[in-house]
């Protein structure tokens, strides 16, 4: 098993940047992919990135291409999301998630998840 903390949610205003941490451990060698979700009050949860541990490949829901950018920190077993221009609308609970085979942006494939952080963007 691998345990996943999150850390780094906060309220900002619209247009402002923050930055999310998500430090793994445990089985942390069986990891192939991480990603980040998202959850809206009322809400399903949504896929926001993605990206393959070893190689770094990534991918992006439309809705936050060119403004977030997933990143990690292999030595560190460390996963962030670093999100730019935040809108109204990108305000949600925020998950990381590992999976111990391939990567990308199905919920239904990640074997473990954080216990996530809420991120709340104002006017």
């Known amino acids: 098993q691998v345990q996943l903390v999150e850390f780094g949610g906060g309220l900002v205003q619209a247009g402002d940047s923050l930055r999310l941490s998500c430090t793994a451990s445990?089985?942390?060698?069986?990891?192939?992919?991480m990603g980040w979700f998202r959850q809206a009050p009322g809400k399903e949860r949504d896929f926001v990135a993605a990206?393959?541990?070893?190689?770094?490949?990534?991918i992006y829901a439309d809705s936050v291409k060119g403004r977030f950018a997933i990143s990690r920190d292999h030595a560190k077993n460390t996963l962030y999301l670093q999100m730019n221009s935040l809108k109204l609308e990108d305000t949600a609970v925020y998950y990381c998630?590992?999976?111990?085979?391939?990567?990308?942006?199905?919920?239904?494939?990640?074997?473990?998840w954080g216990q996530g952080t809420q991120v709340t963007v104002t006017s």
């Open positions: 998630a590992a999976r111990f085979s391939g990567w990308g942006g199905s919920a239904t494939r990640y074997d473990s």
């Open positions: 445990g089985r942390t060698f069986s990891i192939s992919g």
């Open positions: 990206i393959s541990w070893n190689d770094a490949n990534t």
